[in-house]
C-alpha cells in the first residue's frame, strides 16, 4: 500500500514492549525503518527517519495527551493504525468514559486513513465487543444479538493444510480423586474427565495439577511429556518443552521436579527480575525447559516448543489456546526440511472436560456473538449450570488412570500420514 501511494506511514499499537520488539525486528526484514514512539528525540525525527512507530497500549492511555501531539505532527492523512491482539481494546457499553485501552486507541486513530485490528483470539471472557470491530444483529434462538464479522478470518486448520504452522496432538491424563467429608470416615469417587458439576470439576482440576506423588496426575503428565519431547529431539535437536502452572511456588515445584529428572529448565514468572533475560536464552537454545506462570502465553514467539503441559486451573477458552498455540510456530529453517502437513506438536494436560472440549474446536473458528452483559461466560460451555451441594470437601488422593488422546477431527492430511 505503500508503494502504491496509498498509505504515507503505519502506527503500531500493541499489548506489552516484548511484542513492540518483534515488531520492530519484523519490519527490519521487510525493508521497513520502525521505531518505538517515545524512542524519537524530537518530533521531526517522525518524518525523516521512520516508515512507522510503535507504542504500547498502556503507554497511549497514560501518556494521552502527549502521544496525541505526537502523531499529530505527522498528518493523518495516508496514516495507517495496527491494532495488535485487538480483542484487549473491549468497550463496554455501559461505561462509555471508562479508562481502558480501547477508548485511546479510538481517541488517537479517529482521524486516520485506515484502522486494521489483528487477533488470534478473535473474542472476550467477558463478552465485550471490542472496538473498530464490525458488528452485525443476528436472530439466534429467538433472541436478537450481535456478531461480530471479521473482514478476513484465516482459520489454523487452512495454516496448516499450507505448513504455515505445526497441527497439534492432545493428550488428556485423565483419573479419579476421591473426596471425603471432614471428619467422617466415608469417601466419594469423583472422576476428572466425567465430571460435569461445576465446583465439583474445578476441585478436581486444583487436586489434578498438583505434584502431590509420583502417582499423581500432574506426575504422569511431566513424566510422558518428557518422554515425547527425548523422541522428538532425535529428529528436531532444538526442541523444546513449555510448563504453564498455576502460581509461583507451583511453577518452582515443576522446575525441581524436572530438575531432578535431569532436564535444564528456565524459571519465569513476573517477581523475577531475570526473566526477560532467561526468556531470550530460551529461545536461542540454552535449556529444554521453559516453566512459567503467565509470561509466556500471548504473543510469545519460540519455534523450537514442541510440548506444552498445561498444569494451570484457568480453563478459559481464550487462555487455553493462547497457551496451546505456542507450539504451532514455524521457523524457517524447519519449514525448509519438514514436509506438510509439518510434523505435530504435543499437548499435554489433565482431562478436564472444559479443556477436552476446547481442544475439539482449537483448529476451527467460530463466530463472536455478544450476547449481553448479562452472560459473562463464554459460548460453547459444555457443563452444566447446575452446582453440587456445598459440602465441606477435601481432596485426599488422586490417582492417574487412562490416557486420552486426540487427534484433531478437522485435519484429514494429518489423520492419513
Known amino acids: 500500500m505503500q508503494k502504491e501511494g496509498l498509505l504515507k506511514a503505519f502506527v503500531v499499537f500493541c499489548h506489552r514492549s516484548s511484542i513492540a520488539s518483534q515488531w520492530e ?36 492511555s497514560k501518556k494521552l495527551q502527549q502521544s496525541k501531539e505526537e502523531l499529530n505532527a505527522f498528518s493523518c492523512e495516508g496514516l495507517l493504525a495496527i491494532a495488535d491482539e485487538a480483542h484487549h ?131 504422569q503428565l511431566l513424566e510422558k511429556a518428557r518422554k515425547k519431547l527425548i523422541s522428538i529431539r532425535s529428529e528436531h535437536k532444538s526442541a523444546a518443552g513449555l510448563v504453564i502452572a498455576k502460581d509461583i511456588e507451583h511453577a518452582k515445584g515443576i522446575a525441581r521436579k524436572l530438575k531432578e529428572n535431569g532436564d535444564s529448565v528456565d524459571l519465569v514468572h513476573s517477581q523475577s527480575k531475570e526473566s526477560i533475560d532467561r526468556l531470550a536464552k530460551f529461545k536461542g537454545g540454552e535449556a529444554n525447559w521453559l516453566v512459567s506462570v503467565d509470561m509466556c502465553a500471548e504473543g510469545f514467539d519460540a519455534p523450537r516448543i514442541r510440548v506444552v503441559v498445561y498444569l494451570t486451573t484457568v480453563v478459559t477458552k481464550s487462555r487455553f489456546l493462547q497457551g496451546i498455540t505456542r507450539a504451532v510456530r514455524m521457523s524457517s529453517e524447519r519449514a525448509k526440511i519438514e514436509p506438510t502437513p509439518r510434523h505435530s506438536s504435543h499437548i499435554f494436560a489433565p482431562a478436564d472436560p472444559l479443556l477436552i472440549d476446547h481442544a475439539r474446536h482449537w483448529s476451527k473458528s467460530k463466530p463472536y456473538l455478544i450476547k449481553g452483559n448479562s452472560s459473562v461466560s463464554e459460548i460453547g460451555n459444555p ?35
Open 25 to 60: 525486528h519484523s519490519s527490519k526484514l521487510l525493508g521497513l525503518k520502525v521505531k518505538e514512539l517515545e524512542s524519537f528525540s524530537n518530533k521531526q525525527d517522525l518524518h525523516t527517519q521512520s516508515d512507522g512507530w510503535i507504542l504500547t497500549y498502556q503507554s497511549a
Open 89 to 219: 481494546l473491549g468497550l463496554n457499553p455501559e461505561e462509555p468514559e471508562s479508562a481502558v485501552w480501547g477508548k485511546s486507541f479510538l481517541e488517537l486513530t479517529k482521524h486516520c486513513t485506515l484502522r486494521i485490528g489483528l487477533t488470534g483470539t478473535p473474542f472476550r471472557a467477558d463478552n465485550l465487543a471490542f472496538c473498530s470491530a464490525r458488528k452485525v444483529q443476528i436472530h439466534a434462538k429467538g433472541e436478537l444479538i450481535e456478531q461480530i464479522n471479521p473482514d478476513l478470518c484465516v482459520e489454523p486448520r487452512e495454516l496448516i493444510a499450507e505448513g504455515d504452522v505445526r497441527p497439534l496432538e492432545f493428550h488428556f491424563q485423565d483419573g479419579w480423586v476421591e473426596h471425603s467429608h471432614l471428619g467422617q470416615p466415608d469417601r466419594e469417587v469423583s472422576p476428572l474427565s466425567k465430571e460435569l458439576r461445576e465446583s465439583w470439576r474445578a476441585r478436581n482440576l486444583r487436586r489434578a495439577i498438583h505434584l502431590s506423588s509420583p502417582s499423581s496426575i500432574a506426575a
Open 383 to 417: 457443563l452444566s449450570t447446575s452446582k453440587s451441594p456445598n459440602l465441606p470437601m477435601k481432596a485426599v488422593e488422586d490417582s492417574a488412570g487412562e490416557l486420552i488422546r486426540m487427534r484433531t477431527a478437522e485435519l484429514p492430511k494429518f489423520l492419513k500420514r
